[in-house]
């Protein structure tokens, strides 16, 4: 059996048991046979206690109900797991394609080339950050334009927009930083460890879309945004940020909340979205973007 076959399984597994249907290992089965792959109830079983055992995805049986849920609260973030067999999934099929035909690549439009670099950190940084060693490295200022030897305490890997980051603790700072991976130059894992602090980075990212957050100062506030009627589907199949919810539809004034801290980011997206998008709330938002609005009509004044 390939990699690639039992990480599919274990998505479709994780999938149907966390719809809220409690499947039992008999609906598990037949959920998984419809795509195709052959499973039996044995092997259900072996999957069920090897996503219980390996990978701390708390899979619960209710006896009242005959089927199984997951407790998100006894298990790690669910859905950085499911974003995780994606990646590796979508690799097994890159490698899988290759396998059959090397014409492959002439069929595959990757968003960026670029984006790749640094992607041979990943593994030495994964495993100083899993092992609690500090890294030293060089690493290239976009904003300065100048090169820096850091010394990071390691403690959270990040993925934005196709980039890969690592989160830490500068040494001789007190400070977290951010560094991308693909800016990074002669990195050396170090024999030293440290203990790690209570600083609760992960978590402060599920407040922020992207990047930039602020561990003293900012709090998580309502957004509320209004979405025309072209804009929705992409919106409701793509949320911009987990908290999203959906308060109205109506012709071209879809209401839609965030509980969220707005940051560089999330004003980026902001204005992708152009006139598809007003922000109602909060007031001190709405003048901000009415103020880059203006901004950006005064670079067009003498064009």
Partial sequence: MSAQAIIRRYKMIIDIVDSGQFPSKKKIQNYISQTGID???????????????????????????????????????????????????????????LKKSKETLDYIDFENEGMVTGIDHLNPVLQATRNHQCIRFTHESYQSGKSRKYQLKPYLIKEYQGRWYIVGEVSGMNAVRTFGLDRIENLEVLA???????????????????????????????????????????????????????????????????????????????FMYMDNVKVIEPKWLVEEVKGKCLKIKANYKQA
């Fill in 192 to 270: 030293k460890t440290f203990k790690p602090k209570e600083l609760n980075i992960k978590e402060r990212f599920a407040d922020v879309v992207g990047l930039t957050y602020d561990f003293e100062g900012s709090q998580k506030q309502q957004v509320v945004l209004s979405f025309k009627d072209e804009q929705m589907p992409y919106i409701e199949s793509l949320p911009l940020h987990p908290s999203q919810r959906i308060v109205k539809v109506s012709k071209d004034n879809n209401i839609v909340d965030y509980h969220l801290i707005p940051n560089f980011e999330f004003m980026q997206r902001l």
């Fill in 39 to 97: 499973i039996s109830i044995r092997t259900v079983e072996r999957d069920l206690k090897a996503i219980r055992n390996e990978f701390d995805v708390e899979i619960e049986y209710h006896p009242q109900k005959r089927g199984y849920s997951i407790n998100r609260e006894l298990s790690l973030p669910i859905d950085s797991f499911l974003r995780f067999l994606e990646i590796v999934e979508t690799a097994s099929v890159f490698r899988e394609s």
